[in-house]
Every structure is written in C-alpha cells, then in structure tokens.
Antibody
Framework: QVHLVQSGAEVKKPGASVKVSCKAS????????INWVRQAPGQGLEWMGCIDGRGNTYFTQRFQGRVTLTTDTSTSAAYMELRSLRSDDTALYYC????????????WGQGTLVTVSS | DIEMTQSPYTLSASVGDRVTITCRAS??????LAWYQQKPGKAPNLLIYKASTLESGVPSRFSGSGSGTDFTLTISSLQPDDFATYYC?????????FGQGTKLEI
C-alpha cells in the first residue's frame, strides 16, 4: 500500500531555511510526481509546487526563487527546502503524490509543522 | 494564475440533507478539477477528479458535475462523517490552485 511519511516538526528563526522530507513507499517512485501543499493555521490549502518523476519542477510564482524541490530516487524520498523564512511561513506542509505533476494528489503525507518564530 | 472561488464559505446542514457546493474558475477549465474533503488535524482526502469521476473507495453519495468555469460537488444525503471542510482544486494549468474552502457544519 502507498505511504508517504514526512519528517518531524521544525522550529526556525526568521531568515533561516528548512528542509522537509517525504519518504515514499508502496509504488514505483519515479512513475509519479510529488506535490507540496501548505496550510497556515486556520487557513486553506496553498499549492506550492511539484516535482515529477524526471525531476522537472513547477512552482507557484510567489515561491519561485525561495523554494527548492528535489528527489532522491535511491531512497524514494522527496525534499522541499524553503529559504529566508518569515513568520507567515508558519504552516503545516504536506507532500502529496500525483501522476506526473498533472493530476490531483491521491495519497498525502501526514504533514510537517514548520514554526517560524524569533 | 487561475483563481478558484468557492461558495458558500460556510454551510449549515443536517444529517440526511442534500447539499451542493459551488466552485467557479477564473478561466475555462478542460474538466481538470478535483474535490477534496479535509477533517481537522488530517490531510486532505481526494473525493473526485476530472470534475465528476469518483475516487476509489469514496461513497456514492458524493458526486461532481460541471464544465467550463462552473463546477459543483453534491452530497446526496449527509452522514455524520461528512461534516468537514471541502476544497476544489484546478489542475488544468500550473500553478495548480485551490478554492478557499467550504466548511460544512451541523
């Protein structure tokens, strides 16, 4: 069965970077993409970007230049690094599998809480 | 970017009711629209994709319809487990975008 397991909660200071991991199992990792979606406390869902099985990336413009999406096919893991953190980056960050960055997320990780506070 | 607008923002209903949530896109979509259910403290759960195709394992009381810019999610007979927040998402163009959510309350 498909599982996406994310890394644990992080507390960061403004200006720092955070790297969240998403370990996939139960399917052929390179046949699917990984989306990254975040949710600020009490707010809705915000799509950040996606990396497909070939390593092509797609982003929401407001994150372009501040976020890096990578994968490690040897460990079936995806990573999202967000730099120059601000307090409004405090959110629950989810990874979600999709077909190849061209479909909705059918399996989701449990979420990683990133808190940005001085 | 395609903007997705859901209505209503909050919906109060009772068990057994039929409810409809609307999602409007700022540009015409070629049917690439999904609906998700999210419960507090949980990840979203995919209900419907391609506007009207039910994801495997989703109860048949959920249905989706629409085309172009206007789409709907209908729950034919509300069950206690259905009280949650619902989001539409377009995956027609990058960046994919979500509606702001509809909270379905008892």
């Amino acid at each position: 069965q498909v599982h996406l397991v994310q890394s644990g909660a992080e507390v960061k200071k403004p200006g720092a970077s955070v790297k969240v991991s998403c370990k996939a199992s139960g399917y052929t990792f390179t046949s699917y993409g990984i989306n990254w979606v975040r949710q600020a406390p009490g707010q809705g869902l915000e799509w950040m970007g996606c990396i497909d099985g070939r390593g092509n990336t797609y982003f929401t413009q407001r994150f372009q230049g501040r976020v890096t999406l990578t994968t490690d096919t040897s460990t079936s893991a995806a990573y999202m690094e967000l730099r120059s953190l601000r307090s409004d980056d405090t959110a629950l960050y989810y990874c979600a599998r999709d077909r190849q960055c061209n479909s909705p997320g059918d399996y989701w990780g449990q979420g990683t809480l990133v808190t940005v506070s001085s | 970017d395609i903007e997705m607008t859901q209505s209503p923002y909050t919906l109060s209903a009772s068990v057994g009711d039929r409810v409809t949530i609307t999602c409007r896109a700022s540009q015409r979509l070629t049917g690439w629209l999904a609906w998700y259910q999210q419960k507090p403290g949980k990840a979203p759960n995919l209900l419907i994709y391609k506007a009207s195709t039910l994801e495997s394992g989703v109860p048949s009381r959920f249905s989706g319809s629409g085309s172009g810019t206007d789409f709907t999610l209908t729950i034919s007979s509300l069950q206690p487990d259905d009280f949650a927040t619902y989001y539409c998402q377009q995956y027609n163009n990058h960046p994919f975008t979500f509606g702001q959510g509809t909270k379905l309350e008892i």
